[in-house]
Every structure is written in C-alpha cells, then in structure tokens.
C-alpha cells in the first residue's frame, strides 16, 4: 500500500534558526496536505498543494510539491515559539479522498 | 457552527470492557473517519465512510466497530478493550472533493485500558 516516510521525527532549534520538514512517497501523489498539531491539541489544516513543482507561501511558511509529485517539504523561516507543535504531511492517490498520514515532524523552538 | 464534536475527551476502562466514542459534525461532510494517534506512530486510520450506510476498514481495524447511519453522526465502538488500544482517537470529517478536500478534526479522545 500506499506510504508516506516523514523527516525527521524530531527537530530542535534556537528561536530564530530556520526548520525543514521533507516527505517522500512510494507512489506518484494526485495532491499533498500539510497540517500542524500544537501540543496537547489536535491537527489543523494548513495547504493543499496540487500541481507538479507547485509552491506556496504562507508568511514564514513555504511549502512545496516536488516536479514528480512523489516529495514535498515544509519551510520555516525564522521560527518562533509559536511555531511548537507537530507537522505532518498527507498525502493522496488519484480519485482518492483518504489520505496517508506521514509520521510527523515535532519542532521545539527554544527561546 | 460547532464543527466536529467528539464525546467523551478522556475515559478509562478496565480490559474487556466495551465503550462508543462519539463523533458528530454539522458541515454535512460526506466523508468521516477515525484515526487514533500513538507516540512516534502519526496518524493511523482506523475506520472511515463516505457517506451514510458505507463504511470501510482502514490501516488499523482490528478490535472497533463503526456504523454510520445518518450523515452526521460516526460512532467508535471498542468491543473488548484492551491495552494496546491506550491511545488517543480523532475523528475526522471532510468534503467529498474530486481532489480530496481539508480534514476537520475533533478535539480527540485520551483513553485508557488498564
């Protein structure tokens, strides 16, 4: 079956230091989803990413679909404390509407 | 709108014991499903519907059962608790898109199996 491998598992940085998330998968994707856990919290919706090579930004935030829609990867600039939590992709096959989860990336920003 | 609402957030049972975890949304999503999160392991679906009367097993099925007879109500059903099912459970629910649509998660479900 479909299977979607997140690294890392972990990340620690220093307030300020940028963050990188990647994800890869056994099968050509149709689109990825990205959503972001706070502790203690559930997951949240944060992009849907489609077209082959496709990148979006959200502030400090940038994501990206790979040219063979198979990786992507979620960039932080600058993190802040506020952006604790863990990140996990999702990814989904053609005609599809259940996605695979990766495992996660937990981000602890020390201030 | 309140979104997706999850009964109860924590609960403890003794092995063997049977429990519902209730999940109800008012989006009028076609699509619910139940994941249950363990350390290091992310989000495994356990159970999921496409529409009222159709449900299906996911990765992890083994030991619930689920129904879905109207379109916004998606019961969890454990049979016979057991420790491996310490965990927490979130259901989740969507539209129906050609492309796949965002999940809206619960607020999920602590539960213990001593």
């Known amino acids: 079956g479909q299977q979607v491998m997140q690294i890392p598992q972990y990340q620690h940085v220093q307030e300020g230091e940028d963050f990188t998330t990647y994800c890869n998968s056994s099968?050509?994707?149709?689109?990825i989803q990205w959503y972001k856990q706070r502790p203690g919290g559930h997951p949240v919706f944060l992009i849907q990413?489609?077209?082959?090579?496709e990148v979006k930004k959200q502030k400090r935030l940038t994501f990206q679909f790979g040219e063979a829609k198979k990786n992507s990867s979620l960039h932080i600039t600058a993190t802040q404390t506020t952006d604790v939590g863990t990140y996990f992709c999702?990814?989904?096959?053609?005609?599809?509407?259940?996605?695979?989860f990766g495992r996660g990336t937990s981000l602890i920003v020390h201030p | 709108n309140a979104g997706v609402t999850q009964t109860p957030k924590f609960q403890v049972l003794k092995t063997g014991q049977s429990m519902t975890l209730q999940c109800a949304q008012d989006?009028?999503?076609?699509?619910m499903s139940w994941y249950r999160q363990d350390p290091g392991m992310g989000l495994r679906l356990i159970h999921y519907?496409?529409?009222?009367?159709?449900?299906d097993q996911g990765e992890v099925p083994n030991g619930y059962n689920v129904s879905r007879s109207t379109t916004e109500d998606f019961p969890l059903r454990l049979l016979s608790a057991a420790p491996s099912q310490t965990s927490v459970y979130f259901c989740?629910?969507?539209?129906?898109?050609?492309?796949?649509?965002?999940?809206?998660f619960g607020s999920g479900t602590q539960l213990s199996v001593l």
């Open positions: 099968t050509t994707l149709s689109n």
């Open positions: 989740a629910s969507s539209y129906k898109g050609f492309l796949g649509e965002k999940l809206f």
């Open positions: 519907s496409v529409g009222a009367g159709i449900t």
């Open positions: 990413l489609v077209k082959s090579g």
């Open positions: 999702a990814g989904l096959t053609g005609g599809s509407y259940i996605p695979t």
């Open positions: 989006m009028n999503h076609e699509y």
